[in-house]
Nanobody
Framework: QVQLVESGGGLVQPGGSLRLSCAAS????????MGWYRQAPGKERELVAT???????NYADSVKGRFTLSRDNAKNTVYLEMKSLKPEDTAVYYC?????????????WGQGTQVTVSS
């Protein structure tokens, strides 16, 4: 199992920046995949950016070039640096970890952090 605690959300103007943090309760170096998803009102949860197997990084097309995913294994923390934010980035952002248990992937989620982009 793993517990995930997010921080760093808030209100920002269009064009602004925010950094989200996700602290895990265990070493992240052995976690199969870890990253961020988001859910806007009335929409389904969608992938934003994830690491897979520690080194394969995937970004949603809508955030490529603006968001950067990084990690600090010593702190068991994953970060999402968000720049040039747009109103359509407004959503609850969730940290996700996919952990292999008995040869099956199990999903773990943080509580979510609100990001609002508005003038």
């Amino acid at each position: 199992q793993v517990q995930l605690v997010e921080s760093g959300g808030g209100l920002v103007q269009p064009g602004g920046s925010l950094r989200l943090s996700c602290a895990a309760s265990r070493s992240i170096s052995s976690i199969y995949a870890m990253g961020w998803y988001r859910q806007a009102p009335g929409k389904e949860r969608e992938l934003v950016a994830t690491f897979t197997r520690g080194y394969i990084t995937n970004y949603a097309d809508s955030v490529k070039g603006r968001f950067t995913l990084s990690r600090d294994n010593a702190k068991n923390t994953v970060y999402l640096e968000m720049k040039s934010l747009k109103p359509e980035d407004t959503a609850v952002y969730y940290c996700n970890a996919k952990v292999t248990i008995m040869m099956a992937l199990n999903d773990y989620w943080g509580q979510g952090t609100q990001v609002t982009v508005s003038s």
